[in-house]
């Protein structure tokens, strides 16, 4: 079935320091992305539409210029979190549709993010 | 208003107990509506789709009731291994794959 990776898995950071992530589908074509977020006993939270070869589409609050979306390719998206400070920790999950297949979306495994 | 709400719970039962977990949401126009289940710190995992015919996969059955803009979950004969925290989750559009979440509702199943 279909599978999306997401890299790294957990990475901790510094204040001030940006953190990069990676989401791939590994066996077919996402045109398009999502970046959810997830604060401890929260939902996910939809942070942005990532679509491949045009500028990403933000949802109401979420700032564009500290979470950078680049959909460079048909099975690679990336959200950078620039400038990233101790309230950006949080789980940040991305999934993908595989449009061949009736599953509404599928998941990576989620990053966890903390900053120190 | 969330656009899906849910009973955060915990709901705390036995083994064997039947458990039902509801969902409410606020946009009608709402296509699809799905229930994933997410164990802690993973990612969320389709569990089933919901249609208002109803639907039953093995021990667990969902419905869905437009009208009243509802949606359920039962689980029956409750396993230790159905601990998790199950995801109401709304498509707005099948066009988009934009999924709307709800904030889950925990269960704990005890021996």
Redesign the interface.
């Known amino acids: 079935g279909a599978v999306v990776s997401q890299h790294p898995s957990w990475v901790i950071c510094k204040s001030g320091t940006s953190v990069k992530i990676e989401c791939r589908s590994l066996d077919f074509q996402a045109t398009t992305m999502f970046w959810y977020r997830q604060f401890p006993k929260q939902s996910l939270m939809l942070m942005a539409t990532s679509n491949e070869g045009s500028k990403a589409t933000y949802e109401q609050g979420v700032e564009k210029d500290k979470f950078l979306i680049n959909h460079a390719s048909l099975t690679l998206s990336t959200l950078t979190v620039t400038s990233a400070h101790p309230e950006d920790s949080s789980f940040y999950i991305c999934s993908a549709k595989d449009w061949t297949d009736n599953s509404p979306l599928h998941f990576g495994n989620g990053t966890r993010l903390t900053v120190t | 208003r969330k656009e899906?709400e849910q009973d955060?719970g915990p709901f705390n039962v036995p083994e064997g107990a039947t458990v039902a977990f509801n969902c409410t949401y606020s946009n009608s126009a709402s296509q699809?509506f799905?229930w994933y289940r997410q164990d802690c710190?993973?990612?969320?995992?389709?569990l089933m789709?919901v249609y208002s015919s109803g639907n039953e996969d093995g021990r667990f059955t969902a419905q869905l009731n437009r009208a009243s803009q509802y949606i359920s979950l039962l689980i029956r004969d409750s396993k230790l291994s159905d601990s998790a925290t199950y995801?109401c989750?709304a498509?707005l559009s099948s066009n988009?794959?934009?999924?709307?979440?709800?904030?889950?509702t925990t269960l704990q199943v005890k021996p």
């Open positions: 899906v955060p699809s799905f710190r993973k990612e969320p995992k389709l789709s995801l989750v498509d988009t794959g934009k999924l709307i979440f709800g904030q889950g």
